[in-house]
């Protein structure tokens, strides 16, 4: 469950590399070390191969004003890894002969539009065109306020389709929310109930379930954002994401759970294949991972300050689960950094050095700047020694001096580089390069 925000979906690429496999647990004590001192990253790690755990780490608190300490059995939000379990949870009801993908959604929500033309199976693969909720002005004042199933269908029914059934493919939490009362009519039992009777007691996963309130008392923490230091972020009010993004799990827990997925434990065969089925970069639930020559599947989450990702790479029967509840480094280049380790590929451990720089040093970077390779133009501001981008369309982000005429925007893995001479910037992001140049 992402909010107004679209979903980051991870792509590692690398050239093919082929080494042994063995984790440098010391130097992943290293990051995150570095991660916690320098207040860059508070959440868990688990690594599970072919059946047993070969690395685990915590780091942050559950709350700022207990000072309380995470550890690796601490739960978390995890926004929309919610839909691989939802995906399961669908794919058991057809196997159950509940439910068949093919089944029109007219007959559960008929005030939804083209609900005479949108299967099951599109709600699945993101294929409906039934807006995202979510992405609404609307969404943000209301999200920490309990809603009715028939609140919620009111709500996603009264926007109109963003495109034609199954005629293209775009990511919606709508969908997983209708998914949710789906289950709940087939099988006449509330979503918590199919979900720890069909996935999670068979599993013997002790820490995962939907969530509700925020309870520090069973071990779940708060989630924060970062501008200075760290601050509380409200709460999405489970009632509202449910299949979408309400579970609430831990690392291990999630590593247990995909592993089975993939061992025929959860679903059968046949449908883990279909849920794996890739079309336009969606599958049912699950989205591919490549890192190297290796295909992995999983899928990532975020809701309030929460963000996480949960991954498996078959040919190595090898698992990651990354859970956050406050990041400014971000969880792509944690799991970049292990799968790197795993290999045996160098990585750095950033240092997070900062240049000390005066609010008349900033002037000379001041102005628009547009490029040739991409159709947006960037505009670098200054709020007194604070030097701040903002592109196209989208909001202004702080950046940080790290060498001379370099500045970082590290959440988002972007960093802007100054030719000052040349009145050229290079943005760099993702391992592309793009030219700009000053109007």
Wanted: net charge positive; proline share 3%; aromatic share 12%.
């Amino acid at each position: 469950m992402i909010k107004k925000r679209s979903l980051g979906i991870l792509f590692l690429f690398f050239v093919s590399v082929s080494f042994a496999q063995q984790l440098n647990t010391v130097k992943l004590d290293s990051l995150f070390a570095v991660l916690e001192a320098k207040n860059k990253y508070m959440g868990s790690i688990a690594v599970r191969e072919n059946g047993k755990i070969i690395y685990t780490k915590a780091v942050g608190k559950v709350d700022i004003g207990l000072k309380q300490k995470v550890t690796t059995a601490t739960k978390y939000r995890i926004g929309s890894i919610t839909k691989m379990f939802t995906s399961c949870l669908i794919f058991k009801a057809v196997e159950e002969n509940k439910l068949t993908l093919d089944k029109t959604i007219d007959v559960y929500f008929p005030s939804v539009p083209n609900a005479n033309k949108i299967t099951v199976g599109n709600l699945l693969n993101h294929r409906s065109g039934i807006y995202n909720f979510t992405n609404s002005g609307e969404f943000m004042s209301y999200y920490t306020q309990p809603k009715t199933e028939a609140e919620m269908v009111a709500i996603i029914a009264k926007s109109k389709s963003v495109f034609e059934p199954n005629s293209k493919a775009d990511y919606s939490n709508s969908n997983y929310v209708l998914l949710s009362y789906i289950l709940e009519k087939v099988y006449k039992k509330p979503y918590k109930e199919i979900l720890a009777e069909k996935i999670v007691k068979p599993l013997g996963l002790k820490n995962t379930y939907l969530g509700s309130k925020t309870d520090l008392a069973n071990n779940e923490c708060y989630s924060f954002s970062f501008t200075e230091t760290w601050n509380h972020e409200k709460e999405t009010d489970m009632s509202i994401p449910m299949g979408a993004g309400a579970i609430v799990s831990n690392p291990t827990d999630l590593t247990i759970f995909i592993e089975n997925l993939f061992a025929g434990k959860v679903i059968t065969t046949k449908s883990l294949d279909q849920m794996k089925t890739i079309q336009e970069d969606y599958g049912m639930g699950i989205f591919e991972i490549p890192f190297n020559d290796k295909k992995g599947y999983g899928h990532t989450g975020g809701i309030d300050g929460f963000t996480s990702v949960l991954t498996y790479f078959p040919d190595n029967k090898l698992s990651v689960a990354i859970t956050s509840n406050g990041s400014v480094y971000p969880n792509n280049d944690i799991l970049l950094a292990v799968m790197k380790n795993y290999y045996q590929i160098p990585f750095e451990i950033p240092t997070f050095k900062a240049v000390e720089l005066s609010s008349e040093d900033l002037d000379k970077y001041l102005g628009n700047y547009n490029s040739q390779e991409l159709v947006m133009k960037i505009s670098v501001t200054k709020k007194g020694n604070k030097l701040f981008a903002q592109a196209t369309g989208q909001g202004e982000f702080p950046l940080d001096a790290t060498e001379t005429d370099v500045f970082e925007f590290v959440q988002a893995g972007i960093k802007l580089k100054f030719n000052v001479a040349d009145k050229q910037m290079t943005l760099e992001q993702g391992g592309g390069k793009f030219i700009f140049f000053k109007l």
